[in-house]
């Protein structure tokens, strides 16, 4: 039973460039959640999406970046015109659906370089 | 809002020995719960242990149990009979509760544990 799938796990881009990140749920997993780790800092909540929608963005940088979780396919957070300060690890978690307390399962990361 | 706050950014132990990674928080909500997690130098986030508001008992999976003491809102980690492959940071986190039955993960900015023969 394959984990939480991310890919790329390295990726470099230049400055103005475009950077999508792709993110496979854990299967029968409905929710999915992005969060960025600056280096020397804890996880920090970005997105959460269920398919077709997002749920929640409050984490979300209000420009450059864009989540979604489309029906069929992976979840996709992609980030317009890099800057170094994007130089950051990617991580996508998933949970199970449900209104009690579900362990969210991460991926292994994407390692976001922007030269 | 709520604030995670772990004051140790390095600890070392020696191998075979018991350490205690600190952990507060902040919150004003009644009901809220708290996760451990590690990230080995690989980067991965691993899952350790969970802590609910309410639940009487400290949590315990194998080595880890949390040392939790709400009227001090501290969450501690103890790692029992340290050994070499505990080397890693460790995070605390606190659950968020967002719509639709989804919550974030708050996490502070983590210890790091070198474990030394």
């Known amino acids: 039973n394959a984990g939480v799938m991310q890919n790329p796990r390295h990726l470099v881009r230049r400055r103005g460039q475009e950077a999508r990140l792709r993110c496979s749920p854990m299967?029968?997993?409905?929710?999915v959640y992005w969060y960025r780790q600056l280096p020397e800092e804890g996880l920090k909540f970005m997105v959460y999406?269920?398919?077709?929608?997002?749920?929640?963005e409050s984490g979300m940088p209000k420009e450059r970046f864009s989540a979604e979780f489309p029906k069929e396919g992976p979840s996709i957070l992609r980030i317009q015109q890099v800057v170094r300060g994007d130089s950051a690890a990617y991580f996508c978690?998933?949970?199970?659906?449900?209104?009690?307390?579900?362990?969210?399962?991460f991926g292994p990361g994407t390692r976001l370089t922007v030269l | 809002a709520q604030k995670i706050t772990q004051t140790q950014p390095g600890m070392f132990v020696q191998e075979k020995e018991a350490v205690t990674l600190d952990c507060t928080y902040d919150?004003?909500?009644?009901?809220?719960?708290l996760f451990w997690y590690k990230q080995p130098s690989s980067g991965e986030m691993i899952f350790l242990i969970y802590?609910?508001?309410?639940?009487?008992q400290n949590a315990t999976e194998g080595r880890y149990s949390l040392n939790f003491q709400k009227a001090r809102k501290s969450a501690n980690l103890v790692i029992s009979a340290s050994q070499l492959g505990d080397s890693a940071m460790y995070f605390c986190?606190?659950?968020?509760?967002?719509?639709?039955?989804?919550?974030?993960?708050?996490f502070g900015k983590g210890t790091s544990l070198l474990v030394t023969p």
């Open positions: 978690a998933s949970s199970l659906a449900g209104a009690s307390y579900n362990e969210q399962f």
């Open positions: 299967k029968g997993h409905s929710h």
């Open positions: 999406l269920q398919k077709e929608n997002i749920i929640d």
């Open positions: 919150t004003s909500d009644q009901s809220y719960g």
């Open positions: 802590q609910g508001s309410y639940d009487e």
């Open positions: 986190a606190m659950r968020e509760v967002l719509l639709d039955s989804g919550y974030a993960l708050n």
